[in-house]
């Protein structure tokens, strides 16, 4: 279980590995705390290896959209698998997200 | 009694020794290396000492007149219970049989005479450093302790409190059955039921972010807006954009309440359904096995603000061999030994026609089985609505025989919605609560209710939205209807409707005549047509024209139909 972000430019990339639950709210915390003081304009949440999301994963990520502000472009969710994409589908997180 | 001593810059060494010139010997090396020494000469001695003033070190001479220091330590573990005091047992020839006694009693360590100066140091220097640890350590576990306490009495208040506001409004109903069962002593899920004033069943099944205190707090205001705006005949529309709005100002950005709620109405037998963010829900047919999946559609509550909520609402026609199955994600994520989730599937598996098995028991049991000696993982919280509309308690609110105690006075209020009012709201509740403050007219509260509801309805539909009731007989009709409804509704772009309310006195009688006006813009219809159509359709018999004639004096429709007066007698009963 583990949270990597990387920044380049105004962009910032942060990958979820193993269960993207509470366990690992701090990491994502941090990971998006420093947003505003690089001017981040557009950040992309890589799911690839990411196993299984629960309803305070989608609270994070909630965090994060108010953190980039109302543009649906602005965070982008790549490489869901099945089963995360079903969780999203439930939520109705394509009205908020830009899901790929 | 606290006796865990800060570390201090000067610590105290209790010496016990029979021997004066053993005494004088450790003491002096002692104040040599630092410590302030006390002294006794046996064990009983010592342990009045001991008692008296805690030392930080002791050292304890084996074999003493009175009492020797095998008993004094076990005397002394005794009195610190949790405490820790380092015990330096003074061993040298003849004692040296006792060492498994000193350990046996408590001892931490042992020097040996002739003493010597470094090995003395070392040892009671780590000695105390050990105690100073261990004190850190327990003061630390003691504030958790007296803290834990306190919180555990002010989360049994707090869910006393909670479990009071969320049940305060709950109607129990024989259509409902459910399993909740909270994994801490507060839920993050919540299930609230209550009966409108025109008896329709609205249902409110809602999942929490997280688990425990945090996840429940939001629970009274949502209920409390639930239940408020049932009670006065709300649309399960309105009911959850209110509920939208008020968590969208009162939870943070990672905080949301996924939701359905469920209106049930007998008069139509159409069950509708906003679905906010849970997984699927089945309804049921009982008889013939059908099974339709109701997905989400909309965004959970509390996310984005109601004006960029565009909720979708689902009718569906049932007879009451339907049952609607809800479920929070705690159902579907149940896991067996292997990891594998319950799923839908295994939802599904267990709805069965056979009429001699309950499909709620056996999905229940299936859950069990599944997650096996795992124990439970999440909230989990199964819901059955059972669409029985001959059953229940389906005409609650005819119980209110409360006796009007104000006057029969004259009054006249009026009110005009615009197209763009129309759009946004159903303003029946809120005219016919207006009219109980004015006359308190309580007790009438439900015929006068249905009867503006389906005179403004009538309006509406038929006159300002042209809608044509024949669509009402199609297989799927109610459900087709209602989604050209809000097509034009949608579209609409100008028009108003006009309400007017005149109350007088009736001569020479306790209580009073309501005249009901109504007024539309739209290009009329022929109540005549929509009249016959309502008696030849058996199942709609009881709504509409028919409905509000059986309740008022007269009813006169002019201009077209664009034109109404319906006038309610009421009379107090003795």
Aim: proline content about 3%; charged content about 25%.
């Amino acid at each position: 279980m583990s949270v990597t972000s990387s920044i380049s430019g105004n962009k910032l990339t942060i990958n979820i590995s193993g269960r993207f639950d509470f366990s690992v709210h701090q990491d994502f915390r941090a990971a998006i705390d420093s947003i505003a003081e690089n001017n981040i304009n557009s950040t992309t949440v890589d799911l690839r290896t990411t196993e299984y999301i629960d309803s305070s994963a989608l609270g994070m990520l909630l965090m994060l959209k108010n953190k980039m502000g109302d543009s649906k472009e602005a965070v982008s969710i790549i490489n869901s698998g099945p089963d995360v994409k079903k969780i999203f589908e439930i939520a109705n997180f394509a009205q908020l997200f830009d899901l790929r | 009694m606290n006796t865990v001593t800060a570390p201090t810059t000067k610590a105290t060494a209790l010496v016990v020794d029979d021997s004066m010139s053993q005494r004088l010997l450790l003491g002096h090396m002692l104040e040599e290396l630092g410590y302030n020494v006390t002294t006794a000469n046996n064990g009983e001695l010592a342990l009045e000492q001991f008692k008296k003033e805690r030392p930080d070190i002791i050292f304890m001479d084996i074999e003493m007149p009175v009492m020797d220091g095998i008993d004094a330590v076990r005397a002394m573990r005794k009195i610190l219970g949790d405490d820790f005091i380092p015990i330096i047992f003074v061993t040298g020839g003849a004692s040296e049989k006792y060492l498994d006694d000193c350990i046996e009693v408590g001892g931490d360590d042992f020097i040996r005479k002739p003493f010597n100066a470094t090995i003395l140091s070392a040892k009671t220097r780590s000695l105390l450093r050990i105690k100073e640890l261990y004190d850190e350590q327990i003061i630390q576990k003691r504030k958790i302790e007296a803290f834990m306490a306190i919180e555990g009495q002010e989360q049994e208040t707090a869910a006393m409190l909670n479990e009071n506001i969320v049940k305060a409004g709950f109607m129990e109903s024989p259509n409902i059955r459910a399993e909740l069962s909270p994994m801490a002593m507060f839920n993050g899920d919540i299930l609230l039921c209550s009966y409108t004033p025109a008896n329709k069943l609205n249902v409110l099944l809602g999942d929490f972010t997280g688990h425990g205190i945090t996840a429940s707090v939001a629970a009274a205001p949502a209920s409390e807006i639930f239940y408020g705006m049932t009670a006065k005949g709300f649309g399960i529309r309105e009911i959850t954009e209110e509920i939208n709005t008020k968590l969208n100002k009162l939870l943070p950005p990672n905080m949301f309440l996924a939701a359905t709620l469920v209106c049930l109405d007998r008069e139509t037998h159409n069950i509708s359904t906003i679905t906010c963010g849970l997984p699927d829900h089945f309804l049921f047919n009982k008889e013939l096995g059908e099974i339709k999946t109701l997905v989400s559609n909309n965004l959970p509550l509390g996310i984005v603000p109601s004006k960029d909520l565009d909720l979708t609402e689902e009718h569906t026609e049932v007879t009451s061999q339907h049952r609607l199955f809800m479920f929070t994600d705690g159902v579907i994520e149940t896991e067996n030994a292997a990891g594998e989730p319950f799923d839908f599937d295994g939802v599904k598996a267990c709805l069965t026609t056979d009429q001699d098995i309950d499909s709620f028991d056996a999905v229940l049991a299936a859950l069990e089985k599944h997650q096996g000696s795992q124990g439970q993982q999440d909230d989990i919280t199964c819901v059955r609505l059972t669409c029985d509309f001959d059953h229940g308690k389906w005409d609650i609110h005819e119980d209110i025989k409360k006796v009007v105690t104000m006057e029969p006075s004259n009054w006249k209020v009026s009110s005009t919605m615009d197209y763009n009012t129309l759009k946004r709201l159903n303003p029946v509740p809120a005219m016919v609560n207006s009219l109980m403050e004015i006359q308190g007219l309580l007790p009438f509260r439900e015929s006068i209710f249905l009867v503006i509801t389906e005179l403004f309805v009538n309006s509406l539909d038929h006159g300002l939205l042209g809608l044509d009731s024949s669509l009402k007989d199609s297989p799927d009709g109610f459900a087709k209807f209602f989604e050209l409804k809000q097509e034009r509704l949608d579209n609409l772009t100008t028009g108003d409707i006009k309400l007017i309310f005149s109350h007088q006195p009736q001569e020479g009688g306790d209580g009073g005549i309501l005249t009901i006006r109504i007024q539309d813009t739209g290009n009329g219809f022929d109540e005549q047509a929509v009249y016959s159509e309502i008696l030849d359709n058996q199942l709609y018999s009881g709504r509409g024209i028919k409905l509000i004639r059986q309740l008022c004096e007269s009813l006169e429709y002019s201009d077209g139909g664009r034109k109404a007066v319906a006038v309610f007698n009421w009379k107090n009963e003795e």
